[in-house]
Nanobody
Framework: QVQLVESGGGLVQPGGSLRLSCAASGLTLSTYTMGWFRQAPGKEREFLAAVSWSGDSIIYADSVKGRFTISRDNAKNTATLQMNSLKPEDTAVYSC??????????????????WGQGTQVTVSS
């Protein structure tokens, strides 16, 4: 059974940082593009970042470029999203997802085959 499990969410003050982790079981992440998405209440799911299976290619949404960093550790079967300079508008449920490597580094949610359940990030003073 394939599972992606996020951790590291929580409440943080504006300007603060959080590090989200995504642990995979039942699949070998080294053959998947890994992506992070978020969804705020009443809003569409938003692409944040993706990293190729090798880690050589990374893309970011403009809204998080320069503040968020995606990485992966294929040996540990994990992916992470380091989030700095957090803003109240970053408040959302954050999910990791895995897309087969033939998809390339993709922003399209429909290309991701597996999804985690999400972790809540709240940015508030």
């Amino acid at each position: 059974q394939v599972q992606l499990v996020e951790s590291g969410g929580g409440l943080v003050q504006p300007g603060g940082s959080l590090r989200l982790s995504c642990a995979a079981s039942g699949l070998t992440l080294s053959t998947y593009t890994m992506g992070w998405f978020r969804q705020a209440p009443g809003k569409e799911r938003e692409f944040l970042a993706a990293v190729s299976w090798s880690g050589d290619s990374i893309i970011y949404a403009d809204s998080v470029k320069g503040r968020f960093t995606i990485s992966r550790d294929n040996a540990k079967n994990t992916a992470t999203l380091q989030m700095n300079s957090l803003k109240p508008e970053d408040t959302a449920v954050y999910s990791c997802a895995a897309a087969p490597m033939y998809r390339g580094v993709t922003k399209a949610a429909r290309t991701y085959a597996y999804w985690g359940q999400g972790t809540q990030v709240t940015v508030s003073s």
